[in-house]
């Protein structure tokens, strides 16, 4: 049909260019927050791009819902600004009828977003939480960079290296600042090299000193060494055995009906269920006066998409914190929302209805009739 074709074109045609502006600045920014972390010693710069690829693939779901959801507005808002809305309603078609073609545009992206949502997003964090750890737990100097200041995992110490060599882990001009209580020391050397001491690793110093503060009485003690040992902290990489609920399988989730894992189950069904009421409610706000150039109903629509992605938050919330039950709070929020945008399609269709071409003579001659 004539209809359907247009609107599932127009549909498809606005998703895609809004996909992928949405995408252009979402990773834009994840790029940045996660260079950001690599140079603050959150994550080994080598694993920039493979995190940022696991977070991009984290944030799709959101990303693909709220493109379909912007090309619906966009896309009947057109049509409302063009005045192809006023021939489509001419013709005797109302504005419940743009579901159907909506939908049927929407089934795919919806069961993508689906999938990613109930398999992928908890193995994204699972893999994210793995390499994040991986680089936690190594050692002190396997985390340093030459030429780059670097803290311990603890805090109390600061390393220098100006070159170092991975193949035998030796380093080359090094300086180590130490706090502990109230006593500050810094240690400098011309090379180390790590050795392994039964469970111990130690970081041993050649040709250096030692110069210490006592923060108590303000003494200093300056001391020169040949050799000089520092106990380095080695954490085996392990995989955590509690893992959180965003990195657990939905199917472990359902079998395991804790708070907590209740809570991401409300997140993940919430957003599926959110996605498909948005449709509903963006051909809704989708209406325009084409006699006003400004696109008020786009800002209304993702003012609307904030309020509603807030409120899954807040119910996940809830959940895990064991206030509300997980089958009627998501009845309450869902079901309220597929019931307000059915009525504000029926408003819609209701307030259309007496702007059509004999409308206003049937109601003409109905209150003639009357008198």
């Known amino acids: ?86 021939i489509w309603f001419a013709s005797g078609v109302g504005l419940g009828r743009f579901v159907r073609p909506v939908l049927r545009t929407a089934w795919p992206v919806l069961l993508v977003v689906g999938l990613l949502l109930l398999l992928v997003w908890p193995w994204v964090n699972q893999s994210s939480s793995e ?50 209580d109230k006593q500050e020391s810094v240690t400098s050397a011309r090379s180390g090299h790590l050795r392994v001491d039964g469970q111990d690793r130690l970081l041993l110093l050649s040709q250096g000193q030692r110069n210490t503060i006592d923060g108590s009485d303000g003494s200093r003690t300056l001391a020169s060494f040949a050799q000089y040992s520092v106990v380095v902290d080695e954490h085996a990489v392990r995989q955590a055995e509690a893992r959180p609920p965003k990195a657990m399988t939905t199917l472990a989730l359902l079998v395991d009906a804790t708070a907590r894992n209740q809570g991401e189950l409300a997140w993940r069904f919430g957003m599926l269920l959110a996605s498909g009421n948005l449709l509903l409610l963006g051909i809704g706000l989708s209406a325009s006066q084409p006699r006003r150039p400004s696109n008020w109903n786009l800002l209304f629509a993702l003012l609307a998409f904030i309020a509603y992605f807030n409120l899954i938050n807040l119910s996940q919330a809830w959940v895990a914190a064991g206030r509300y039950n997980l089958l009627p709070l998501m009845l309450c929020l869902h079901g309220g929302a597929f019931a307000l945008a059915w009525l504000l399609l029926w408003w819609r269709d209701h307030a259309v209805a007496l702007q059509r071409p004999g409308a206003a003579g049937r109601v003409r001659a109905g209150a003639g009739a009357t008198a």
Request: aromatic share 8%.
């Open 1 to 86: 049909m004539l209809f359907d074709s247009t609107v599932r074109a127009e549909l498809a045609r606005s998703f895609g260019a809004t996909l992928v502006v949405i995408l252009t600045i979402v990773i834009t920014m994840l790029l940045i927050r996660t260079l950001g972390q690599a140079a603050g010693g959150v994550v080994a710069p080598e694993d920039v791009v493979l995190l940022l690829g696991y977070t991009s693939l984290g944030f799709l779901p959101m990303m693909m819902a709220l493109s379909l959801f912007i090309a619906v507005v966009v896309s009947l808002g057109r049509m409302y600004r063009d005045s192809e809305m006023v």
């Open 131 to 180: 390499l994040r750890s991986r680089y936690e737990q190594r050692s002190d100097l396997s985390r340093i960079a030459p030429g780059v200041f670097q803290t311990s995992r603890d805090g109390s110490r600061v390393f220098f290296v100006d070159r170092a060599s991975q193949a035998d882990v030796a380093a080359h001009q090094i300086f180590i600042l130490t706090r502990q």
